[in-house]
């Protein structure tokens, strides 16, 4: 839904937040939008990781076989 806004959308919502929330609380509201937003990504990325680890767990002889490498690696 966001990604069909456009250019004359995103004005329109400027000057739509603008007039309701006037331009000194403007910067108090994008600010606690944007952190909003932020939350929600991380839940639902941390949702998203969960249900693949799940679906797909480790294989341990690859995770040995990795600190093996890493170890031969540096020293």
Do not use: Y
Not at 17 to 22: D, M, T, Y
Not at 23 to 34: D, H, Q, T, W
Request: glycine residues 6%; neutral net charge; hydrophobic residues 35%.
């Amino acid at each position: 839904m966001i990604q069909n806004i456009g250019i004359p959308g995103l004005i329109l919502l400027v000057v739509l937040a603008l007039i309701v929330f006037g331009p000194s609380k403007l910067p108090e509201v994008g600010r606690a939008f944007g952190s909003t937003l932020k939350e929600f990504k991380k839940a639902t990325n941390e949702l998203v990781s969960d249900q693949e680890d799940k679906q797909h767990p480790p294989d341990n002889n690859k995770l040995q076989t990795a600190d093996t490498t890493t170890t031969k690696t540096h020293s």
